[in-house]
């Protein structure tokens, strides 16, 4: 995490990525030929956005889905991540290099740039609540600086801190104009819209894993408002350049048949042959059913993990689901249903999958506040209306927030408090007796940062869920 490690990781990634991206346009081809302070700051800011996408769509994604009955693990090291046998090893910090070093040089370079300053601030925000809602008790306060063992701060104190960072992103985004420019964007092309939805969709859902739902709704409210503006990462079609194509494409392709969804919890949800199904007289999953299946061979897949498939991270169905929830608990039974509908006549569209199941069905009729009364389609056990809605609504955000870590956040959120909610996936073995709470800190973090706590291991719960 030290950062004169920094700049050189953030070079070789951009100069790297350049055939395809042209990231150092301009700039003298042999590269012993200029200094740092030489590169425009922006140059810098694709190789942080896909060091970002790389942590957000990669191996800890995978990790997430094995452990919220999402995704299976058939061979080598995805059976062994599957089975829960993983070590301190498992693990890596690299995002503090790849995203937050790269990311506060470009504000340190470009402070009349308010478009530069809200972007990495919303980058940073996104790096480190990821890592805060998976490890717990991070370093942040002194990471990334000249500490030699940055302290572990309080995970509810780095949620604090990170709502704070991301509403000076949205008043710089705010106080951004036409003049205000960026080289270059891996992700919006310098759209500030965009951006400033995603810094909100990102507070909203800080506020839900810190169980703040009224701030949560309020949030959201500004959010993410269309399916195009949803943050994802767009695979490039570059002939022999693996590494910018959709991630579980990679991953098959680098280990074939090690991993997929085979008949997991969240694939028996969807089929309805399976005697769990959700699907009933309003809903007809086939087409999301055929387009989340993952087969264990890469260029097998057409749905969710085929080459040139865009990747989910910050999206218009997490705002929706966001403002449900929330509006649910805060706002009533109608606020919250209005808003789940709303994703339901999107889905029914068929706009959130791809061309492969166009032609398979994909009803989604809107609910009515009856079929959540005793008795009703959504509420067979007869439990309170309001609670069966929210049940409805948290199965939606399991459903839709497939190869995100939402689905993992939110059975970590539920187990205690909202345990009649919550989604009742599996463990992974018969000998296993408890829900994975975190993932064990870097070894190589343990050995360098003197102030580094001993590891509490896979299953103590995170502040957040206490």
Known sequence: MKAKKIIYLTVFMALSFSSCENLVDNLNENPNQFTISEVEAGHFLNGAELSNCAIQLGPLSRIAGYYSGQLIGYEQVEL?????????????????????????????????????????????????GTYASLFGDIPYSEAVSDAQNPKFDDQLEIYNNLQSLLQEAIDNLNAATVTDVVIEDYIFSGNKQKWLQSAYTLKARYYMITKQYAEAYAAAQNGIASNANSMKFIPKNVVGVNNVKNKYFIALSNYPKSLGTGNSYLIRLLDPASGISRNNTKTDESARLKYYTIQTTATANTGIANELEAEPMITYQENLLILAEAGARTQGITIGLGHLNTLRALLSTGNLFNASVSALPKTYTAYVADDFNAGGIENLDNIDPVRALLREIIEERYISGFTTFMPFDDSRRLRKSDSDIAVPFPLNTATATQNVERLLYPQTELLSNQN???DPGLYAKTKVNL
């Open 80 to 128: 062994e991540r599957y089975l829960y046998n993983v070590s301190n090893l498992t693990f890596d910090f690299d995002g503090y290099q790849g995203v937050v070093g790269p990311a506060r040089m470009i504000r340190s370079r470009e402070v009349g740039n308010p478009l530069y300053q809200g972007i990495t601030k919303v980058l940073e925000s996104q790096l480190i």
């Open 452 to 454: 580094a706590p001993a």
